[in-house]
């Protein structure tokens, strides 16, 4: 694992650092998905997702492009769960990544519980720690964004449509700074079904593709016994 990231460093130092950002800014606001039933739902007054649990399967794909490098491709296939309103939520995922024809895939774990965020390498069996805050893990509310939203994007409502069947807003979320990122996000309850953003070096996909809206097992929404956390 080690000798694929000097790999892709070497290739460009700013993979790394877009990478991240990119994810961050792409999974965050598109894993915020889950149909409502009427004995889940509730009037959004935070940054919550709008319904109390359930999990849904979801695919993405992004391409990172760089002048003069070959273009950095990932594919993600995953689920997650939550409960709580998402104040409790587990993504995992398996993330396959292809450059310049050098493969590599992870089985990876992103869980937020106790307004903290745990990223884990389930294949190494060790993870870290983060304090959730106002740029680390926060679900973004898609009806009346806050003010460090606001501060980061801006928020067009564009129409309305239907996906799996669920009456939706269309959006347009446009990044103020950095990549100047433009993403078209289908959402329905404050919840994403779908999400395409475009940037001078990124290309990124997400679409549900499954739904499940029974509660989740706790052990789930929990750091497995065989994760070290450094």
């Given at each position: 694992?080690?000798?694929y990231?000097t790999?892709?460093?070497?290739?460009?130092?700013?993979?790394k650092?877009v990478m991240?950002?990119?994810?961050f800014?792409?999974?965050?606001?598109t894993?915020?998905?889950?149909?409502?039933?009427?004995?889940?739902?509730?009037?959004?007054?935070?940054n919550?997702?709008?319904?109390?649990?359930?999990?849904?399967?979801y695919?993405?794909?992004s391409?990172?492009?760089?002048?003069g490098?070959?273009?950095?491709t990932?594919?993600?296939?995953?689920?997650?769960?939550?409960?709580?309103?998402?104040?409790?939520?587990s993504?995992?995922?398996?993330?396959t990544?292809?450059?310049?024809?050098?493969?590599v895939?992870r089985?990876?774990?992103?869980?937020?519980?106790?307004?903290?965020?745990?990223?884990?390498?389930l294949?190494?069996?060790?993870?870290?720690?983060e304090?959730?805050?106002?740029?680390?893990?926060?679900?973004?509310n898609?009806?009346?964004p806050?003010?460090?939203?606001?501060?980061?994007y801006?928020?067009?409502?564009?129409?309305?449509g239907?996906?799996?069947?669920k009456?939706?807003r269309?959006?347009?979320?446009?990044?103020?700074?950095?990549?100047?990122?433009?993403?078209?996000?289908?959402?329905?309850?404050n919840?994403?079904?779908?999400?395409?953003?475009?940037?001078?070096v990124?290309n990124?996909?997400?679409?549900?593709?499954k739904?499940?809206e029974?509660?989740?097992?706790s052990?789930?929404?929990?750091?497995?016994?065989?994760?070290i956390i450094?």
């Open positions: 694992m080690d000798t990231y790999f892709i460093l070497r290739l460009n130092p700013k993979f650092a991240n950002k990119f994810l800014t792409c999974l965050l606001g894993l915020t998905f889950l149909p409502a039933v009427s004995q889940q739902t509730k009037h959004l007054t935070s919550q997702y709008g319904v109390k649990y359930g999990t849904i399967h695919k993405s794909s391409v990172m492009n760089f002048p490098q070959p273009p950095l990932t594919h993600v296939t995953g689920k997650v769960c939550f409960d709580e309103y998402g104040n409790k939520r993504n995992l995922y398996t993330e990544q292809d450059v310049a024809d050098f493969k895939s089985n990876l774990q992103t869980l937020y519980l106790d307004n903290y965020k745990y990223s884990i390498d294949d190494a069996k060790k993870g870290t720690e304090v959730i805050n106002d740029r680390i893990g926060k679900i973004t898609y009806d009346n806050d003010d460090s939203d606001k501060s980061l801006s928020f067009t409502l564009t129409g309305a239907t996906f799996l069947d009456p939706c269309l959006l347009t979320v446009t990044e103020k700074q950095g990549a100047g990122s433009v993403s078209k996000v289908t959402v329905w309850n919840v994403v079904l779908k999400r395409v953003t475009t940037s001078s990124l990124y996909t997400f679409e549900v593709t739904i499940d029974s509660q989740p097992d052990t789930l929404l929990a750091i497995p016994d065989e994760i450094e």
